[in-house]
Nanobody, 120 residues
Framework: QVQLVESGGGLVQPGGSLRLSCEASGRLFTIYAMGWYRQAPGNERELVARITRDDRLDYADSVKGRFTISRDNAKNTVNLQMNSLKPEDTAVYYC??????????????WGQGTQVTVSS
């Protein structure tokens, strides 16, 4: 089992910055990848950024060059630095962890979600 607790988020003006953090606990050695997804009203949940155990990075095209995902192993956290925020970045952001499973689909763990609102 893996538990994820998010922090950060809030209200910011267009062009501003926010930093999200996700602290993981539990069977950390089983985690293959951690990342951030977001879901805006009426939309499906989408991948924002992900970092794997071997430091491979993936970003949604819409956030490349503006968002940076990083990992702090000492604190068991994954951070998402969001710069040059746009109103279309407004969504609930969810932390995610992927744990491979033998002979079945990977187990997915989710945080509770944190609201990010970009508005003037």
């Amino acid at each position: 089992q893996v538990q994820l607790v998010e922090s950060g988020g809030g209200l910011v003006q267009p062009g501003g910055s926010l930093r999200l953090s996700c602290e993981a606990s539990g069977r950390l050695f089983t985690i293959y990848a951690m990342g951030w997804y977001r879901q805006a009203p009426g939309n499906e949940r989408e991948l924002v950024a992900r970092i794997t155990r071997d430091d491979r990075l993936d970003y949604a095209d819409s956030v490349k060059g503006r968002f940076t995902i990083s990992r702090d192993n000492a604190k068991n956290t994954v951070n998402l630095q969001m710069n040059s925020l746009k109103p279309e970045d407004t969504a609930v952001y969810y932390c995610n962890a992927v744990v491979p499973m033998e002979a079945s689909s990977p187990a997915l763990y989710w945080g509770q979600g944190t609201q990010v609102t970009v508005s003037s």
